[in-house]
């Protein structure tokens, strides 16, 4: 039986307090933002979860939870509890953690059918996913980029291709339309693009190729912003665009490349693809490499005819080499074009939910945003945005690009609201793991590092356990067994009490600190800068 998982809202606890309480809020506000939340899944294969069973017992432990105690979770199984200190992280878990030699895609994909491990993405298994909004501004920052880098700094009259608008890629038609562009994002899925279409996040949906250009056409010319999902696959959509001789302005994808029940093979849907993956898993397996690499190739095409192509992070150009297509490889990420020298700042994708679930706490924190930096800061030029085209999903919260000092001066003033009432409820800061000292991937936010150290996994370990000893409510360390990444997670409560603010603070500037450090090590003059601004290094 399907079971309707909503997150709790009010001042109603079933917890021992607001800390334990927030983090089951956060579970349960993972599953109403899932893609499919009867299986779990938060978004491309990613789990909540191990299990029902393991989903209850999570439950029945947070509820009974001391605040003195750590629940310790593995690959989303409570698997023990231990008496530890008020100051220590309420949740501490591992998920997805495999052994090199054991940890290839194939042999990690059986370990998850064995019910041994679980894909943990990134905010899934961590309980801190907020819906589409999480990757929204890091997507909007990502084509504003391309277009202040390639485009005399304005999108208007432009055209973004994309594919995947499902969990993570549910954001790219909003975050193309906000920064001015037209933006087509194809997907098997017609629910899934309907779903953004109720959202708010697309304008239109169509099956018609040709009405689909249509409209791209007629909003270049008119300079006018617009976003469409046109269903399909980009396997039989992209060579059909190629041989048309349509070139995109920027071309980029966010498909779930995992080839057992991720991608959807050409001339199939997402049901027949879910049954095949069932009947013949290896068949099902072929045909979506196979489709992958004509995708691939389709983009390869538009950059030799002039588009600016780059990959977005989901692992399609490694996936694609490992396959024998090479060329892949050089194409560049999103990451090193656009997002690295934020980072250097200790600057990334920080966010903020209201535990009481009134939206009006997110209007109180805006204006506390607005006055505590400075009219010109970039947060003050994206909240008007957020507020006039998002709309909340599941708890209400707020993603908001932030560096180092500022998550703490914002999250410290947060909790006196909490404290004086301005906030009917608490604010559980947390942030997306793409920071800037908490992921080691090669493939995306340590690629092509000045020093070479892209596979150098120490810094999303050290980042957690400093997160750790600074008395984060939730820490996390994951990776996604065979896709070359480990990440690091981190929940924080502001729930008024003097002793979050010490713990805020504590977390939130070492969590940034952490990512300065990082990229100053590696040698970036940015970020060696900052390590001497802000006190960071070792004499």
């Not at 990420?333 to 939206?359: K, N, Q, Y």
């Not at 998550?407 to 609201?417: D, Q």
């Not at 805020?504 to 990229?519: K, M, P, S």
Request: charge should be neutral.
């Amino acid at each position: 039986m399907a079971r309707n998982i909503r997150a709790q809202r009010g001042d109603v606890l079933r917890c021992q307090g607001w800390r334990q309480e927030s983090i089951l809020r956060m579970l349960e506000n993972n599953l109403e933002n899932g893609e499919d939340p009867e299986h779990l899944i938060v978004y491309t294969g990613a789990r909540a979860a191990r299990s029902w069973d393991d989903f209850d017992r999570i439950v029945s432990a947070l509820k009974s939870l001391g605040d003195d105690e750590t629940l310790v979770c593995q690959s989303g199984r409570p698997v023990a509890r231990f008496r530890s200190h008020a100051r220590a992280p309420r949740v501490i878990m591992a998920n997805g953690n495999v052994l090199g030699r054991w940890g290839s895609p194939d042999q990690f994909f059986e370990l998850t059918q064995q019910g041994l491990t679980c894909r943990p993405g990134m905010t899934a298994a961590a309980w801190q996913y907020i819906g589409s909004q999480g990757v929204l501004q890091g997507t909007y920052q990502s084509f504003v980029g391309a277009g202040a880098r390639f485009f005399g700094g304005s999108l208007a009259g432009r055209f973004i291709l994309s594919a995947g608008c499902g969990g993570m890629g549910g954001a790219q038609t909003l975050a193309g339309k906000m920064a001015g562009a037209v933006i087509m994002v194809v997907e098997p899925s017609r629910e899934k693009i309907e779903r953004r279409i109720a959202n708010g996040y697309c304008d239109r949906i169509t099956d018609d190729l040709y009405e689909a250009l249509g409209w791209v056409g007629r909003a270049k010319a008119a300079g006018t912003a617009l976003s469409i999902g046109l269903v399909g696959n980009a396997a039989e959509v992209h060579p059909r665009l190629v041989s048309a001789g349509v070139v995109p302005d920027i071309v980029t994808d966010q498909v779930n490349t995992e080839p057992n029940r991720g991608y959807i093979p050409a001339g199939m849907t997402p049901l027949e693809a879910e049954a095949l993956a069932k009947s013949d898993p290896e068949r099902r397996r072929q045909l979506a490499n196979e489709s992958m690499l004509i995708h691939a190739r389709a983009m390869l095409a538009f950059k030799d005819a002039g588009a600016v192509v780059f990959e977005y992070g989901n692992g399609l150009r490694l996936r694609c080499a490992d396959l024998g297509e090479t060329r892949m490889l050089s194409l560049e990420s999103f990451l090193t074009m656009f997002i690295r020298p934020l980072f250097c700042d200790g600057v990334g994708p920080f966010r903020w939910l209201a535990m009481s679930g009134d939206p009006a706490d997110i209007d109180v924190i805006d204006e506390l945003v607005a006055q505590t930096f400075a009219s010109e800061h970039p947060i003050n030029h994206w909240i008007p945005l957020a507020r006039k085209y998002v709309q909340f999903s599941g708890l209400p919260a707020r993603i908001g690009w932030l560096g180092h000092g500022e998550r703490s001066a914002l999250a410290l003033k947060v909790n006196a609201a909490v404290a004086d009432g301005r906030l009917r409820g608490p604010v559980a800061f947390t942030r997306d793991h793409l920071d800037a000292g908490s992921v080691a991937n090669p493939f995306r936010e340590t690629e092509k590092m000045a020093d070479g150290s892209d596979a150098i996994s120490d810094w999303p370990i050290l980042n957690a356990m400093l997160a750790c000893s600074n008395g984060a409510d939730l820490v996390a360390v994951h990776s996604n067994g065979g896709y070359a990444n480990q990440s690091a997670g981190q929940t924080t409560i502001a729930d008024g009490d003097p002793d979050s603010a010490d713990r805020l603070r504590a977390v939130l500037d070492g969590d940034t600190g952490i990512g300065i450090v990082r990229h100053a090590e590696a040698g970036y003059e940015q970020a060696l800068g900052n390590r001497a601004r802000f006190k960071l290094g070792v004499r």
